[in-house]
Each structure stands twice: as structure tokens, then as C-alpha cells.
């Protein structure tokens, strides 16, 4: 008999132990024996290690791994800690049931901008029978970034009759949205959105990319939804654009510190919205499910970077 396969699990902040059982029968059904454990300092021999935020230790203790799972999508914090093995190979979880919610909240949140839904908040006011309703062109909403995520974000916007357009780094071919590609075609991008959707990851090159001189590009009275990371975003020229009117209101679930420190401006500003850190919760059973085929293949001998997930350590996503 074969012995099993050892897993460190390290997930700060997702309830470790509510994992193990999912992983294990994601293992067993995906053909491979697998030993969970929750990795407390102690040196387990682990073969892999899923992880979000773990401890630094978990890398210079566990000199065996083979590859370390990022149970999210997002892998910046992971990327930029000090212990990882420059060679260790990080896969990410690609949607894994994320993206439908983002794609829910965010048009939950386009729903409220574009047909002035926070007029009928309920008891004690009546609403307005004769309320506007919005019959003309709807607005065109913009998504940067159109990976797993921020294209299903698009096409759920386009499902519901917007106008889409999308920015990437590499052109991309969607139904009902309008590609912008590189450096070059931001401005453009920009210049023609009014509802702004963030689901890009942060990166060098991503890094403050929406600063006063970018943000002032959209059109007078635009909206921003960031559901992607804060650090694209320069928080001071955004709020001093809200401040000045040239954008009418925020909706941000992701911030340069979270919790959002209870001083933060953004908490108490009329036209911000704040969600903690919510808009894509990572559902146990299907990432469970990604990362069990994924060590399968592994085990079978497949190349981590011909894996889905795979993270371009030097692109930084
Ligand atoms: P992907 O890697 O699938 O997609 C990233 C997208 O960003 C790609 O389209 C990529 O372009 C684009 N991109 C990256 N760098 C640049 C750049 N310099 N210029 C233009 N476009 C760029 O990531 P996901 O869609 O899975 O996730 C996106 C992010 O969402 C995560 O990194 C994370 O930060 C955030 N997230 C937030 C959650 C929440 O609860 N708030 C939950 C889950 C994720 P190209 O396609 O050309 O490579
Ligand atoms: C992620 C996140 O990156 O939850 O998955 O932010």
C-alpha cells in the first residue's frame, strides 16, 4: 500500500479545520490517498501545503514541498513573503465559485447606482410611487481586468443590458464586450466608462495604477466598484475626486489595510460604500475540488505550469 500523500493545511482566517474534511474527500475521489493536516509549526513532511496567509515558518520548516496552494485568488501577500523558495511552484484557485458572486455583487451594486435603488429604504418612508425610472441608454460599464473573474463580471453586466467594455493586458474575445488592451489602451478605456469595475490583482505593474491623473479620465459623475485589490488604487486621489464631485460614489471591498482601520475616511464619506472583504467569498467544496485534481495531475507527474492556476511568479498574477 501506497502512504499517503502529506498536506500541511495553513488557511489564517478560513477556519483550517472545516477544510480538511472537503480536501480529503476531493483527494479520495480525485484517486489520491491524502493525510490533511493543520499545520502548526511541527514539521510534517508535507508534500504540499494549502495555504491563505500562513505563517512564514510553514516555508522554512516544510523544506519538501513541491508546490503550495493559495486557497483565493489573489496571491500578492503570498508572493511577497520573505521564506517563499524563489522555485516553489504557487498555483491559485482560478473562480472556483468566486466568480458568479463577485459577478452577483457587483451588479447588485450597478442595480443600486443606475435605478437609484437606496430611495426606498423601507419603513418609516413611503416610497415615491412616481419615482424616475431609468429609460434611456444605460451606462457603460468598464471592467479592468478580464481574467477569470472580471469576465464573468462583464458578461453578467451585459446580461443585464449594459454596454460593456474590458481592459486587459493581452487583447481578449468576448461576447458583448468590447476589448482595451496594454498601456496604450487605457485612456480610451477610461474615457468611455461611467460605471468602473476593479478585478485586477496587484502587481508592480498594477500598483497605483488608478491615481488622480487616470481617475479624472473617466467622465464626469462616473462610479467606481473595486472588487479586485485596493493597492490599484490611490485612496487620497480618490476621495479627493469624490470630494470635488468629478466621481459620484465608491463601492470598495478591498482595502490597503483590512480591517479598514475604524479612522479611514472611507468609513464615514457620504458617497463610499464599505463591504469587508466580502464580494467573493472562496466556497470549500469546489476549490477543494481544483486543488484535489491539481495534486492528482501533480502526482501523475504533470508539470505545475501546465496546470490551470499556475502563478507567473515574475508577472506577479
Ligand atoms: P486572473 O489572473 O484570472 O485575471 C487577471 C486579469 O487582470 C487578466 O485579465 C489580466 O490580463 C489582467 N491584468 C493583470 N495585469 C494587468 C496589467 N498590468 N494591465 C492590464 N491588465 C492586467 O485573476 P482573477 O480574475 O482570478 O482575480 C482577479 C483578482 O480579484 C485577484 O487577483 C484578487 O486580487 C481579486 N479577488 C478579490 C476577491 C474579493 O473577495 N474581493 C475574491 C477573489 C479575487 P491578461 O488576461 O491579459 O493576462
Ligand atoms: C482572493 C480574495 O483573492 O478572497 O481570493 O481576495
Known amino acids: 500500500m501506497t502512504s499517503p500523500v502529506r498536506i500541511a493545511v495553513a488557511l489564517s482566517s478560513m477556519k483550517s479545520a472545516e477544510w480538511v474534511e472537503p480536501l480529503r474527500e476531493a483527494c479520495a475521489r480525485a484517486g489520491v490517498t491524502a493525510r490533511f493536516e493543520l499545520w502548526d509549526g511541527r514539521r510534517i ?30 496571491v500578492e501577500r503570498l508572493l511577497a513573503m520573505a521564506g517563499l523558495p524563489p522555485g516553489l511552484p504557487v498555483m491559485r484557485l482560478v473562480d472556483a465559485g468566486m466568480a458568479p458572486k463577485m459577478a452577483e455583487y457587483v ?48 458578461q453578467a453586466a451585459n446580461l443585464f443590458g449594459y454596454p ?69 488604487i490611490v485612496d487620497d486621489d480618490l476621495l479627493a475626486l469624490l470630494d470635488e464631485g468629478h466621481l459620484a460614489s465608491a463601492v470598495l471591498d478591498v482595502f490597503r489595510v483590512e480591517p479598514l482601520p475604524p479612522e479611514h475616511r472611507f468609513w464615514h464619506h457620504p458617497k463610499v460604500t464599505v463591504t469587508p472583504h466580502l464580494s467573493g467569498p472562496t466556497p470549500r467544496e469546489p476549490a477543494a475540488q481544483q486543488i484535489a485534481e491539481a495534486i ?17 511568479r515574475a508577472r506577479g498574477y
Open 107 to 154: 451588479c447588485f451594486y450597478i442595480a443600486r447606482i443606475t435605478r437609484g435603488l437606496d430611495r426606498f429604504g423601507g419603513a418609516p418612508a413611503l416610497p415615491d410611487w412616481n419615482a424616475d425610472r431609468p429609460r434611456g441608454r444605460p451606462p457603460t460599464v468598464g471592467v479592468l481586468g478580464l481574467g477569470a473573474i472580471g469576465a464573468q463580471i462583464a
Open 45 to 74: 513532511d508535507a508534500r504540499y501545503a494549502v495555504v491563505w496567509l500562513p505563517p512564514a515558518e510553514l516555508f522554512t520548516v516544510e523544506t519538501g514541498l513541491r508546490a503550495v496552494f493559495n486557497a483565493g485568488a489573489g
Open 164 to 232: 460593456v467594455r474590458g481592459w486587459s493586458r493581452t487583447p481578449k474575445q468576448l461576447d458583448g464586450v468590447e476589448s482595451f488592451a496594454g498601456a496604450a489602451g487605457l485612456a480610451d478605456f477610461l474615457a468611455g466608462t461611467q460605471i468602473l469595475v476593479d478585478a485586477l490583482p496587484l502587481t508592480e505593474e498594477t500598483r497605483d495604477l488608478l491615481d488622480r491623473a487616470r481617475l479624472s479620465q473617466l467622465p464626469a459623475g462616473s462610479h467606481l466598484i473595486n472588487v479586485g485589490r485596493a493597492g490599484t
Open 296 to 312: 492528482a495531475r501533480l502526482e501523475r507527474g504533470a508539470a505545475p505550469s501546465s496546470l490551470p492556476g499556475f502563478v507567473e
